[in-house]
């Protein structure tokens, strides 16, 4: 069963209950939550996942509801809980839904040590995968979008998981977070894409989050390894530019994006190096997702310059 | 740095005796990641060379030659005295003492 298959007010009425048990590859969440816009967000962004109304097992059990007190009378906040933990300070309740996908990328960022992760968007066409690392603002949530949009399936948007035996990939596809301009950026890029509603004022600005594609979900399972590594930087007014790095700038900039090398011990060097080793790295300006895109395939793919990019 | 530079020569003593340095090379750069810090350095240059040679004990005739080269060019260490304290604890073996550093 796929969450397509639900009724918005089943949906609702299980997230209120049981919870439901939300298959998000390769991890099962445990979500149970009162909360309309989570259940909306769920609706509509995990669409094509498979889900379960019971369950023996999960990875995670989140729960998402507002904090007991007086407080929620006149200023409604809502609460993030792992099992019967809350590891974050409460939220307006109109950040439900975000609070929701922060806290998941915390949860397998912060517990999912067998892997190796980091910060990091990656998409993979033809068997060849390309991250595209950076800190928050970068532009590589948009970027991400803007090749998935012209064909590329997403791994994942935030999370890189690196399986340290093979060094392959694993792929995490899950909503792709936009912030401020961003959301109009990728909407007249790319207007089949599905965006969720905007939530304003929240420490990151204005943010939404886009619906992957159902490709993307359905094979999840297919892990890939890594070519290239584009390191992106957001300029304004900037002409798309991709310049090679050296492989150890690359690593030591890698390093800085990721959530548990230093528990990896030497493995995690080994693993990264390797990584770099493979992969061919760069640099990378760009302010117009469509230029920007079509320099990236031209250059990574050898496929023709777009002619508005000429 | 992996160096201190202010004793680049006992820092890296005790890293290349105690074998606690991984080295990788990427494209020119030279990665050194230390197993008990858990730090990651980015060497380039002289320094990549020096440490890299350094690793590769026990030294070549030209190795020394070239260390003793670079002495004179632009390492700022006072090479002969590493050479010839990287020998008397039997770090490296310089086979022949007159060809320069012994002399230092």
Redesign the interface.
Known sequence: MRIADLQQDELQQTLCQEGIWLSVFPFLFHIKSNELAVATGISQLYADYPVAFQGDYADFHITIKPPAGVRRFWRPQIQFYLDRHRPFKPLPRNQSYAFLEWGMNWCVANHMHRYLILHTAVVEKNGKALLLPGASGAGKSTLCAGLVARGWRLLSDELALIEPESGRLIAFPRPISLKNESVGVLNAFAPEFLIGPIVNDTQKGSVAHAKPMAESVHSACNNALADWIVFPQYVDGSDAKLEPM???????QL?EQAFNY?LH??RG??VL?GL??RSDCYSFEYSSLEEGVSLLESHLLGEPLAVASL | MIVDEQKPFKSLFSMIVNDTI?F?W??????A?N?SS?D?H???GDAAWLISTLSERPLTNEQVHQLHKQRDSNLQFPLSRLIMNLESIGIIRVRDANSGFAAG
């Open positions: 050296a492989g150890g700038t690359a690593f030591m390093q230093q011990g030497k060097f080994e190096t770099v080793k | 991984s990788c990427l494209d020119e750069q030279l990665l990641y197993t858990g990651t980015l060497l380039e």
